[in-house]
C-alpha cells in the first residue's frame, strides 16, 4: 500500500510540476513556488522547535517579506542570493562531518533554513524565465542523482556515506548516482552538439549538482536525526513531508544555476548552455 502511495503522489507531483513549468507565466510561477517554500519553512520551523504561536507566525513572516523582497529586487538579489547559497552549501558538507558529536545549535539549525529556502527559490524562479529546458534538465540530474544511488546502492552498496546520519546511503550507490548524471550530461551534450569545451564544462555543473544534491539531502536527514524524527511531516502521502522531496533541489538549485551563470560570463562559445542576470 505504501508503495503505491509513493507512486500515485509522485505522478500527482510530476504532473502539476509540469503544469506550473509550461503553463505559468514566471510570476505566477514564482508565487507558486513560494507557497511550497513556506510549506517547506512551516515544517523547519518544527525541526528548530519553533513550535505553534508567535514564534512560528514570526518565522513564517520573515520568509514572506524575503520572499516578496527577493522578488521585488530579484536583478540585485539574485546574484547575491546565489552565491550565498552555493557558499552555504558547501559550509553544510564541512559540518556533516560534526554529527553526532556536535549538534548544530538551534540559531545555525533557524539560519540553515533561510539558506536553504530562499536561494534555492530565486535560482529557481531565474531558471525559469531564463530558460525552461535547462530547468527541467536540474530536476532530471536531481531525479538520476537519487534513482542511480538507490539501484546502485542496492545492487553494489557495501560502504555506508554517513552511516550516523542515513544508514541507507553508501558510496557505491553516490558513486552510481553521479555516473548515471555524467552519462546523462554527456548525452545531452551531443544530443545539442555543444563542442568539447562546452561539453567538458555541462558536464561538470551537472556532475557536481549531483554531488550538492547528495549534501541536501543528508542535510534535511541531519536535522530530523538531531529532533529525532523520521519525516519532516506528512502532508505527502508515502513521501512524508514537503522537505523530504525538495531536500536535494534546495542544494542542487543554486549551485546549478551558479555555475550556469559561471559558464556565461567565461565562456562565450557556451552561450547554448549559459543563462545571464
Not at 70 to 90: D, H, V
Not at 95 to 118: D, K, N, Q
Not at 123 to 150: E, K, M, N, R, S
Amino acid at each position: 500500500m505504501q508503495l503505491k502511495q509513493r507512486v500515485t503522489t509522485a505522478l500527482v507531483l510530476v504532473s502539476v510540476f509540469l503544469v506550473l513549468v509550461f503553463w505559468l507565466p514566471n510570476p505566477w510561477f514564482a508565487l507558486a513556488l513560494a507557497i511550497v517554500v513556506l510549506a517547506g519553512a512551516m515544517e523547519w520551523s518544527a525541526l528548530v522547535k519553533l513550535d505553534g504561536g508567535l514564534r512560528q507566525s514570526s518565522w513564517l513572516l520573515a520568509f514572506c517579506i524575503m520572499l516578496v523582497v527577493a522578488w521585488l529586487y530579484r536583478e540585485q538579489s539574485t546574484p547575491f542570493l546565489l552565491a550565498m547559497g552555493s557558499i552555504w552549501w558547501l559550509v553544510a558538507f564541512w559540518r556533516l562531518s560534526s554529527f553526532p558529536a556536535a549538534p548544530e545549535p538551534v540559531l545555525i539549525r533557524t539560519l540553515a533554513g533561510v539558506m536553504a529556502l530562499i536561494p534555492a527559490w530565486a535560482a529557481l524562479v531565474h531558471l525559469h524565465q531564463a530558460d525552461v529546458p535547462l530547468l527541467i534538465a536540474l530536476f532530471l540530474v536531481v531525479w538520476l542523482a537519487d534513482t542511480g544511488a538507490y539501484f546502485c546502492g542496492r545492487a553494489l552498496g557495501r560502504r555506508k556515506l554517513a552511516p550516523l546520519i542515513s544508514p541507507g546511503k553508501t558510496i557505491e550507490g553516490a558513486v552510481g548516482g553521479i555516473v548515471s548524471v555524467a552519462v546523462f550530461a554527456t548525452v545531452a551534450a551531443l544530443w545539442v552538439g555543444l563542442n568539447l569545451t562546452c561539453s567538458v564544462a555541462w558536464i561538470a555543473i551537472c556532475v557536481i549538482t549531483a554531488a550538492i544534491s547528495v549534501v541536501g539531502d543528508l542535510w534535511e536527514s541531519k536535522m530530523k536525526r538531531i529532533v529525532g524524527v523520521k519525516d519532516s511531516g506528512t502532508l505527502l502521502p508515502g513521501h512524508g513531508g514537503v522537505l523530504d522531496r525538495i531536500d536535494s533541489v534546495t542544494a542542487a538549485a543554486p549551485v546549478y544555476v551558479t555555475g550556469l551563470y559561471l559558464v556565461d560570463s567565461r565562456l562565450s562559445a557556451c552561450g547554448s548552455i549559459g543563462i545571464q542576470f
